[in-house]
């Protein structure tokens, strides 16, 4: 599975930014696709999941103000993410969990969102 992700950039505190995550190879038996971010100096965390039938999980920190979405006929996931805080600065990478008789976590490269105060 490769994962591409796009969409970050420099936004002011309140502003919106929507990032997209492209897949492609071998993408059958997806179990979930997630967003995950990295600050610097913190642990990698789980930003949002959500799974092959559509259900759909949030860190704390971020409830209310994103929303991962996904086209599987596309491929492509996104995160909408609103209300953003100088807190969500971070590299958000997109992963995928694949279950091929088990469970396989791939990475795609990160995409930096700056947010100033």
């Known amino acids: 599975v490769q994962l591409q992700a796009s969409g970050g950039g420099l936004v002011q505190a309140g502003g919106s930014l929507r990032l997209s995550c492209a897949a492609s190879g071998n993408i059958a038996s997806i179990y979930s696709m997630d967003w995950y971010r990295q600050a610097p100096g913190k642990q990698r965390e789980l930003v949002a999941r959500i799974f092959s039938g559509g259900t759909t999980t949030y860190a704390d920190s971020v409830k209310g103000r994103f929303t991962i979405s996904r086209d599987s006929a596309k491929n492509t996931m996104w995160l909408q993410m609103n209300s953003l805080r100088p807190e969500d600065t971070a590299v958000y990478y997109c992963?995928?969990?694949?279950?091929?008789?088990?469970?396989?976590?791939?990475w795609g490269q990160g995409t930096l969102v700056t947010v100033s105060s």
């Open positions: 992963g995928a969990v694949q279950n091929l008789g088990g469970f396989t976590l791939y």
